[in-house]
């Protein structure tokens, strides 16, 4: 798990420098693979969600192929 920190800048408020924090965690990825590992997933249902994902994927570009004609 990658670390991530901020020093506090001079004249900086604790707010700014939360703000600061929030936005680094938010870019680095962390909440969203805090959540990924929350719960097990079996191998099983990772495949079938990245099959789902592919279809959603394929349809949207399609309604949006129909949209344009």
């Known amino acids: 798990m ?6 506090k800048q001079e004249g900086e408020t604790f707010e700014s420098m939360l703000r600061r924090f ?7 990825g962390i909440l969203n693979d805090y959540r990924r590992h929350l719960v097990y997933e079996k191998p099983s249902e990772i495949r ?6 592919k279809w959603r994927k394929i349809r949207r570009k399609l309604m949006k192929m129909m949209e344009e004609d």
């Open 2 to 7: 990658p670390k991530v920190g901020v020093r």
């Open 22 to 28: 929030k936005k680094l965690v938010g870019r680095e």
């Open 48 to 53: 079938k969600k990245k099959e789902a994902m």
